[in-house]
């Protein structure tokens, strides 16, 4: 699966065994980030909104079904990270998030990142050539 843009119009796309493209997601919105559940059921993927992205998903029924993922929290943009059949995990609300499939709600993954910075190095100064005629 992919998301694409063309004339303003946004779409998750498949391509079939026979080579056809299937949009089973079209919006007027940016769709970005699919991720493919592992039994290939369903695509979760992220939605602009005015109030921000939001975790929703299309089951791949015919005809396709789509439905939020998780509603009430503050999604990154990034792809969903499938555990298994059953789990996911995502960012949201500044952190890393667990969700079951089907659940209402979410439980945070503990995570802390120590990051050891190294200051810049001060630059050489440089002497610039002049450009001819131009005497300041």
Do not use: C, H
């Not at 919105?29 to 998903?57: C, F, K, N, Q």
């Amino acid at each position: 699966a992919w998301a694409s843009e063309r004339a303003g119009r946004y779409a998750l796309l498949t391509r079939a065994a026979s080579g056809a493209q299937r949009p089973p997601v079209a919006s007027g919105r940016m769709l970005r980030a699919p991720s493919w559940r592992p039994d290939g059921s369903v695509i979760a993927y992220t939605a602009a909104e005015p109030r921000g992205p939001r975790l929703s998903m299309v089951i791949l029924s015919e005809p396709p079904v789509v439905k939020p993922l998780a509603n009430g929290e503050a999604i990154g943009t990034g792809p969903v990270a499938w555990v298994d059949r059953q789990q996911m995990v995502y960012a949201a609300d500044g952190g890393i998030r667990r969700r079951e499939f089907g659940a209402l709600t979410s439980v945070a993954v503990p995570f802390e990142a120590a990051l050891a910075a190294q200051p810049a190095a001060a630059a050489a100064p440089r002497t610039l050539p002049r450009a001819a005629g131009n005497q300041a």
